[in-house]
């Protein structure tokens, strides 16, 4: 059987079409690369007309130079405190046998609070009362015998007085003894008594300091024992307790705020204010400045102020955070005298200190107007419960960036997104 023969002309290669397949290679490279560089001209241009969104404020007056009364003047964090607080703990150490209370209970002073076991203490009671009762019964005989002996001497010495002859001067003298020793006896018994008395009350007083009475009247903030647990007048490591419960009454609750030394000057007693908690902020209340603390804190430069809440409500709780608005006092004509008498102080502005910045040495705020950024030199405090005073350079009520760009530029198109 013959094999047929194989057919090599289909591994020829055509040398003719070869220009073909790179001319066709050439033309889409150069399609490639046009779309490239259209498709970047185009992200470009997008980039440059594109406004970026942005956060920004109003600026506002704080009336330092002379405003209405009522605006805010400086601002300062805090925390509310109560005057009135306590860590109550027991006056001996014991195991803790009853809690009647809990987190939120209201109670009375003097009220039953809490309790420990106390046989020993009730047993140490009912020993100290049977000596007593002993006590006083040595002291009825004791004083009894005095009397008798008292008597004794009188009709000795009624006798001698009558007829000396019936009576030596001997048995005068030993009936006196006798009446001496036994007025001894009846006031040492009496001391004995006053003795058992006073360690009786020492034995009702350990046995009432095993009862915990609340020290005020107001309200448990929590628990720090449970039943079982060992308490003790101070912590002594391991299982032992000191706190039995943390109350405060919160009808002394106040703000304590950490006002930067550079604006005390404009806090003083008494002055109005507003006070706005962390957890309700759209909800302000009316406070007062009740005490600004004579002295200041050296390593954060503030000055602790005190302002009581004039507004009670049952949703302020301690350890709140809160920021206090200080508002500016009414003016007083009278002290500013006649027209021209004092040239007024500037005006100055507060904006949150994100507004202002550093460009090239200079403290900047970046103005918005027309949809761009322009850039305004200004005098500006210290920080300030996150603002920052502006002495010069605003006039009030432009428009200032405080977000969205980390590197502003002038002329940078923006959207205001939060105003």
Do not use: C
């Amino acid at each position: 059987m013959s094999t047929p023969p194989h057919d090599l002309s289909k591994l020829r290669i055509d040398r003719d079409a070869a220009p073909e397949v790179r001319s066709a290679f050439a033309r889409n490279l150069i399609l490639a690369g046009v779309a490239v560089v259209v498709v970047g001209g185009a992200i470009v241009l997008v980039r440059r007309g594109a406004a970026v969104p942005v956060e920004a404020v109003v600026v506002q007056s704080t009336s330092a130079g002379g405003g209405a009364a009522g605006a805010t003047v400086v601002t300062a964090n805090g925390y509310v405190v109560a005057r009135t607080r306590a860590a109550v703990s027991a006056k001996v150490a014991g195991r803790l046998a009853s809690l009647t209370v809990d987190g939120g209970t209201d109670v009375a002073r003097g009220e039953v609070i809490a309790q420990l076991e106390n046989a020993e203490y009730a047993a140490a009671v009912s020993e100290q009362e049977a000596r007593l009762a002993v006590s006083q019964a040595d002291l009825i005989e004791a004083e009894s015998e005095r009397d008798q002996a008292r008597r004794d001497y009188n009709r000795v010495k009624d006798i001698r007085v009558s007829n000396p002859n019936l009576v030596s001067a001997q048995d005068e003298e030993t009936a006196q003894s006798r009446m001496a020793q036994a007025d001894a006896r009846a006031n040492a018994a009496r001391a004995r008594v006053e003795a058992a008395r006073a360690s009786l009350r020492f034995a009702e007083v350990n046995l009432e300091n095993t009862y915990i009475r609340a020290p005020f009247t107001g309200t448990v903030l929590r628990k720090e024992a449970e039943v079982g647990e060992v308490v003790a007048p101070s912590v002594g490591g391991g299982l032992t307790r000191g706190a039995v419960v943390t109350m405060a009454d919160l009808r002394t609750l106040e703000v304590e705020v950490d006002v930067n030394e550079a604006y005390i000057g404009r806090v003083e007693r008494d002055q109005a204010a507003r006070i706005t908690l962390d957890a309700y902020p759209d909800t302000s209340f009316r406070g007062r400045v009740r005490q600004v603390v004579p002295t200041a804190d050296r390593q954060r430069a503030t000055v602790q102020v005190k302002v009581s809440i004039l507004d009670r409500d049952r949703r302020i709780l301690p350890e709140m955070g809160a920021r206090v608005d200080f508002a500016a006092p009414a003016p007083d004509t009278a002290a500013s005298g006649p027209a021209g008498a004092g040239a007024p102080a500037p005006a100055s502005f507060r904006v949150p200190a994100s507004a202002v910045r550093d460009d090239g040495g200079a403290t900047v705020v970046w103005l918005i107007r027309g949809g761009r950024l322009e850039a305004r030199p200004v005098d500006a405090g210290p920080v300030s419960a996150g603002y920052r005073e502006i002495r010069r350079g605003l006039t009030g009520g432009e428009l200032v960036l405080t977000g969205g760009v980390e590197s502003p530029k002038a002329g940078m198109r923006v959207d205001v997104r939060t105003p």
